[in-house]
């Protein structure tokens, strides 16, 4: 049973979003966040007060020295992990498992987003049968872990911070880029 997530998740997040990112249906809305649909909106409020990373840090996300995390496709950021939520294999909207942030030329964090993430039950990614479902949309998966002790898992981004051109669930937005 899973229980942690390294500090390398960032560095094998980028082999995830690669092959994840045919996976994931078109995202529920595009470009701008003023536009989010409702159910997105709900989650932009519940995460507003992680716009301040060190609240992010008090509720238990960590970056464990993560790199931020960019491909051609575009950047997803640091990853803040909670691994309480992580770990606990329950998927609620207003409580994501990960934040994404983008690295501040003064050494502070842009709030851009949040990922969902599901350790995958029997632990086969050529099964998909508890394949999570979050605003209309499947999450990509399952894939295998990015570092050692995490699982075969599902995920899913939402970009409730800043806009995302290419849709407001897909892996990578090619709107920003890592500094």
Partial sequence: ?????????????IMLSLAASGAIAPAAAGGGVGRLPPDLQDVRAAVAKYHDVDSARADGYSDAYEPCVSSPSGTMGVHFVNQSLASDNEIDPLKPEILLYLPKSNG?????????????ADQNPATTED???????????PMPGHAPGMPIHYDLHAWVGVGNPAGALEAFNPAVSCP
């Fill in 108 to 120: 502070g964090f842009k709030f851009m987003g949040v990922e969902y993430f599901k350790a995958d």
């Fill in 131 to 141: 394949r999570p479902w979050l605003f209309g949309t499947p999450f990509g998966g």
């Fill in 1 to 13: 049973m899973f229980t942690k997530i390294s500090g390398t998740i960032g560095s094998g997040l």
